[in-house]
Structure formats: structure tokens, C-alpha cells
């Protein structure tokens, strides 16, 4: 653009800026993701009159507890820790269609009862947003509803309702009139959430903020907005199936790594309380290839089952594939099993699925993988009251994991009979009548404790 701004390229995937065009972003490597924008220092400088700071000692400030709003839903809640906090700024993300507005709508009726709550949506229709909120028996009289795309509207609608909760649907198609860049691009999204920022932080209200991902499964815009908020969620999940993930990555009031589990059902999403028996239910019982983990997500442990299916390749490499389970630690695993315990995959097939759409990141899976792997090998059955945790290291031995006896309780909770575990976390478990434990220090070893009952 000709004139006196000063224009920028600001990359839409990790938000750096340089002063001219490239075809690659010098920052992040990412391919012609470099946008044109007018620079943000221009930007900030029309509404920029200096006022002196206060600075205090940190004995004078006084903590403030601040409240949280219970949204009715305990897997939010939980996720969330311990609820909404007064005046936070909560960042929602994930594929069209997962259940977003959904998820947000659901609680206002909850919300509702004791707050105000404006929806803002700029995505669909108020008849839209009736229809959905009818389907999802929501009707609070303090639910506000606010079709809206521009911005400023949006933030005096703010001011003059003075909700205590506002959800806006989606960032992405908010629009800032007095910045020159389209709805969506970096610049808006950035300047758009700022704006949200200051008035909720000034007025105390908590804001929902809905976030589309881009294909690489990211939030679309700047990094930068996950920096502002204090709270970024995912929600995840299987299009194909009905079960839900709700995952935070960063959380300035409580922990992160908790997950909520979901189903989405006719009358909108229901809390699964139970995961482990959602996880379990319907697998395939006295089958080879197949191994149940337990894996902690936050502070829950949860089972669930992994597939490992072994078959001679057809023709030229072997192929590996692996869903819900990182593709070079699957490699790793075959490597030791080859050169450290005497499993020889070499000319085969191998395919690993996590049954559930779960991604299991978690060192103290290795174990499950490795034997669900071995009995699809030798087509030997693990049996089905029987499960397994526990790091592989480089030299074939089994490493201690975290939390040892909270996966045992959960095993006991689950009605499994035997838990092969590391050695080394047998002095940390409490002993059960119910369950035999089993400590193994390498591979072979596990294995072979798996097979006699
Ligand atoms: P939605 O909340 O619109 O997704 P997002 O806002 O993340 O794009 O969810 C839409 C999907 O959820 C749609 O495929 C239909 C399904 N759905 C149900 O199965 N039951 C329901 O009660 C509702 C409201 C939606
Ligand atoms: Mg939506």
C-alpha cells in the first residue's frame, strides 16, 4: 500500500514481521504465509496518550481471590480448575464441527441462572442460534444474543449490557473498521482480541473466545493471541466418532494436562464420567494383538486399548503406520525389540492404533505397544484381565514410570486382575488383594509374565 503508514509482512502463522516479502517465513519456515499488514505500532498509535504507571511494593498488593463461575459442566470445570475465573479471557480451539458453539451455548443455561451471559455470534443467524439453543433445552432470560461482525459494535453492545460472561463466536470473524486488513488475517485477530482484552480485564467480565484451527491444527492467526489469554482449550476428537476431548494447554489458574471427556449426542454433549469403560467398551476379548495401557492424563488415569496388527509386506519396504501413537517412537520400540530382546520385524507390516481417537504421547505406554506388537508376532493372546505400563529404554530394560499406584487403582477400579509394571515402581504400590502385580525388568521378561495365568 502507497502513503505515509509504514507497511509490514507479518507471517499469519507465528505472527513475525519483516520488512519485506518472501515467499518463505525467515521465522518459522512456514510457505507463503507472509501478509501484507499496516505495521501495529501505527495502528496502536491513534488511541495512544501516555498515563503515568503506579508501581507498589509487593507487600501492598493484596491478593484477590478471585470468584469462579461453575458452568454446570464438572469436565469443563475440571479442565478449566476449578471453574471460570472472574475477568479471565478463555481461548477455545478446534475443527469446524467438533462442537464449539455447542460446548459454549450448553453452558449459558447453567451460567444463566445466576449470571449474564452475552453470546456473540458472528458466524450464524439469531433463528439459527434459537433453533440450536431449543435442540439444547437452553432458554435463560439472562441469555443475550448478539449477531454481530463489526467490532466496535460488539464492544459497546459490552459496555452497556455489563454481562458477567461474554462468549465470543468465533475471533475470526470479528472485524476491527479501523484496521485496513480482512476479518481472519493476523492483524484483526491480534488487535480484535486486545481490544476484547482491555475491556474484560477493566470491567471484570470472562470472556469465551472461539478460535478456528488451520489445517496443521494450530490456532489460526498469531501465536500472539494464545500469549494474551490466560487460558487456551482444544477440543478434539474423531469426526467419525461421537466421543469428545477437551484438552488445556495452558491454564494461569489451575493445571494444565486435564482433559474432559464428551459425547455428543442428540440433545448436544454429555459429560462422560467414566472413561476408562467408554475407552474399553466393545473391544474384542482373547485376541491377539492387543494390549491394555494405562496412561495419566493430568491428574485422571485412563485405559485403553492398543492394536498392534503384524503382517508380511507384500511387496518392496516395510510399511509402518501408527494412529493415536508418535510414528518415530514406534520405530525406537522396533528397534529395541529387534536388537535387544530377539523380535525380528523386519519384513513385515506393522500397524499401531490407539482404540478411541486418544493420542497417547506418554512415555509409560512403550510397554502396552511393545507386547501388543509381540503378541500379533507370535499370534499369542494377552489376556483380557491383564494390562501394562512402563518406559522401554535404549537397552531393552523397563524404566519407572510416574504415578505407578494410581494406574493400579484404576486397574482395580476396572476389574483387571493382573498389572505388569517396571520393577523399579513395585516398591511404590500398595498391595491389593484383588490384583497380582507383576514387576518385569526388560521386555522378554514382561512378555513371558503376560502369557502364564
Ligand atoms: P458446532 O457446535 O456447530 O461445531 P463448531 O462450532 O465447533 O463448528 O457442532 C456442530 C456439530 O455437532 C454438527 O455436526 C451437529 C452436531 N450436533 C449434534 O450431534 N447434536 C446436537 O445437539 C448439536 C447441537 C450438534
Ligand atoms: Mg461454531
Known sequence: MAGKNKNVYVCIECGAESAKWYGRCPACGAWNTLEEQISASSAHSKNGQAV?????????????????????LQELDRVLGGGIVCGSLMLLGGDPGIGKSTLLLQICEHLGRE????????????????????????????LLVLCENDMDAVLLSIQDTKPDIVIIDSIQTMNLAEIASASGSVTQVRECTSAIMRLAKRENISVFIVGHVNKDGAIAGPKVMEHIVDCVLYFEGDRHSSYRLLRCVKNRFGSTNEIGVFEMGGQGLAEVENPSLMLLSGRPLNVSGACVACTIEGTRPMLAEIQGLVSPTGFGNPRRMATGFDYNRLALILAVLEKRAGYFFSNLD??????????????????????????????????SDCLAFGEIGLTGEIRAVSNADLRVSEAVRMGFKRVILPAHNLSSVAKRDTIQLIGVHTVREAFEAMQES
Not at 507487600?59 to 458452568?71: L, M, V
Not at 449474564?116 to 432470560?141: H, M, P, W
Not at 501388543?372 to 494377552?382: A, E, M, R
Open 115 to 142: 449470571h449474564t451471559v452475552l453470546y456473540v455470534s458472528g458466524e450464524e443467524s439469531e433463528g439459527q442460534i434459537k433453533l440450536r439453543a431449543d435442540r439444547l433445552q437452553v432458554s435463560g432470560e439472562n
Open 350 to 383: 506393522i500397524y499401531v492404533n490407539v482404540v478411541g481417537g486418544l493420542w497417547l504421547d506418554e512415555p509409560a505406554v512403550d510397554l502396552p505397544v511393545a507386547l501388543s506388537l509381540i503378541s500379533g508376532l507370535k499370534d499369542v493372546i494377552i489376556p
Open 52 to 72: 503515568k504507571a503506579v508501581v507498589q511494593s509487593i507487600r501492598d498488593i493484596r491478593p484477590n481471590d478471585k470468584q469462579r463461575y461453575h458452568t454446570g
